[in-house]
């Protein structure tokens, strides 16, 4: 049995997930809460305190079979303890606990959650807009994977300028270089880029992402990271946190 296959099997387990963030949460000052009933609670780790504006947004875990998006999360939370209880966060841990148990995009009803953001119909959807509550964020980013995938790609939604999606994947290329395929799941792509604008009836049709919600909602810089299944775990998952880094690099230049 090879270390790899450990730390992949490792990566699925949602109690042992929860039980770090419980002692990242501690060590950094933050809240652990709770936002759904049921037997697989969800939660999302915050500041107790978080201003009305500018709070960061990042999550992982909506589709079970992206494990190095819930464990980079929780590798970078991990060893930025100090940075936690500095800077205003919103995170959330693991969306769909039952697919990441069962290596499942969907979750044990059949649905993919990050379709189900146009209602309060899902339950767990519901109970993470109302955490989400008032609260309008500087930056979103929600971590993914895709067996499809050749090499890293960003979407990056329309919204403030100058765009970053660039230099985002210029810093994970040492762990995973872009896909450079001219067409990503339908759409023009240039390094691994892919830019959207947002067609209304587009998710009318399939559902509303998770991505598109935020950015409804007001947050000017939305992005959808995609690392390729086919790539080692432990590189897929510094590919994450090198991304994550270079974000809050930007955001604090922006600040300053
Ligand atoms: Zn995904």
Redo the contacts with the bound molecule.
């Keep these: 049995m090879t270390g790899d296959f450990l730390s992949r099997h490792r990566a699925h387990d949602y109690p042992r997930l929860i039980e770090r963030w419980r002692a990242v949460a501690e060590r950094a000052g933050l809240a652990l809460r709770r936002f759904t009933k049921g037997p697989e609670g969800l939660y999302c780790v915050r500041g107790k305190r978080l201003p009305r504006e500018g709070t960061i947004y990042i999550s992982a875990g909506?589709?079970g079979?992206?494990p190095a998006?819930t464990e980079a999360l929780i590798t970078w939370a991990e060893a930025n303890t100090r940075l936690l209880r500095r800077r205003p966060f919103f995170l959330v841990p693991c969306i769909n606990p039952w697919g990441l148990a069962n290596n499942s995009?969907i979750d044990s009803r059949g649905r993919d959650l990050?379709r189900k953001f146009q209602s309060n119909a899902a339950a767990e959807i519901a109970g993470l807009k109302r955490a989400i509550g008032r609260l309008r964020f500087s930056l979103a980013l929600?971590l993914?994977?895709?067996y499809d995938g050749l090499g890293i790609y960003i979407y990056e939604l329309q919204g403030a300028c100058p765009y970053w999606g660039e230099a985002l994947l210029e810093a994970a290329r040492p762990h995973v270089p872009a896909d450079t395929r001219g067409m990503i799941e339908g759409r023009e792509a240039v390094g691994g880029l892919v830019r959207r604008t947002v067609d209304m009836s587009l998710f009318k049709r399939i559902g509303m992402p998770e991505a598109i919600y935020l950015h409804l909602r007001g947050c000017p810089r939305v992005f959808?990271v995609?690392t390729p299944s086919e790539y080692g775990l432990d590189r897929r998952v510094r590919a994450h946190v090198a991304v994550i880094e270079e974000c809050l690099r930007k955001l604090s230049r922006t600040r300053a």
Aim: glycine share 8%.
């Design positions: 909506i589709h079979d992206e998006g995009r990050n929600m993914h994977e895709d959808t995609e």
